[in-house]
């Protein structure tokens, strides 16, 4: 069955730190190109940074660059969200999302995980 | 950025009527567009690919077409579980962008 599941969730405070995870199953989690996306609470979505099926060029949207970092591990097919410097407006379920194209550099995103849920206070 | 924007932003509709959703890109986009579906607590769900692709096991009801900046998202006949949120999104550049949402609730 394909999944996604992430964790990693919780409540910290302005200016710390946290990493997510979303842990990948029944796909080749190598083919696809991987996603993540929050939505704050009762607004709409929102794109926050890419890892390419090739684990080349990262993007990332302007509102985290140079505080959030995506990576995975394809020996446990786990893509990871590290968030430093966080700021209240980083509150929101962040999703993994997968990419249905394979070996795709940009397309529609396929299978989302549950989301997990970040309050910054 | 390429700016999606959505009308209209809510639409009231009953059971059986067909709906239609407009998306406009600030640019060109080609048929780089997705629409997803998002019901409260529920991650949204892809319901047609390359603007006019329907994702597999998605009901034929919903239909997509456009190209370049206009594109829309038509549901002929609308049934009790089709009620949620509608968004668009463009896979032509980054940063991905999405629509602002397009809330579609029974009459």
């Known amino acids: 069955q394909v999944q996604l599941v992430e964790s990693g969730g919780g409540v910290v405070q302005p200016g710390r730190s946290l990493r997510l995870s979303c842990a990948a199953s029944?796909?080749?989690?190598?083919?696809?190109?991987m996603h993540w996306v929050r939505q704050a609470p009762g607004k709409g979505l929102e794109w926050v940074a890419v890892m390419p099926y090739d684990g080349s060029n990262k993007y990332y949207a302007d509102s985290v660059k140079g505080r959030f970092t995506i990576s995975r591990d394809t020996a446990t097919d786990t893509l990871f969200l590290e968030m430093n410097s966080l700021r209240t407006e980083d509150t929101a379920v962040y999703y993994c999302?997968?990419?249905?194209?394979?070996?795709?550099?940009?397309?529609?995103?396929?299978?989302w995980g549950q989301g997990t849920l970040v309050t910054i206070s | 950025d390429i700016q999606m924007t959505q009308s209209p932003s809510s639409v009231s509709a009953s059971v059986g009527d067909r709906v239609t959703i407009t998306c406009r890109a600030s640019q060109g986009i080609s048929s780089w567009l997705a629409w997803y579906q998002q019901k409260p607590g529920n991650a949204p769900k892809l319901l047609i690919h390359?603007?006019?692709n329907l994702q597999s096991g998605v009901p034929s009801r919903f239909s997509g077409s456009g190209s370049g900046t206009h594109f829309t998202l038509t549901i002929s006949s609308l049934q009790p579980e089709d009620f949620a949120t509608y968004y668009c999104?463009?896979?032509?550049?980054?940063?991905?962008?999405f629509g602002q949402g397009t809330r579609l609730e029974i009459k």
């Open positions: 390359t603007a006019s």
């Open positions: 999104q463009q896979a032509h550049s980054f940063p991905i962008t």
């Open positions: 029944g796909f080749s989690f190598s083919s696809h190109s």
């Open positions: 999302a997968r990419e249905w194209n394979v070996a795709a550099a940009i397309d529609a995103f396929d299978i």
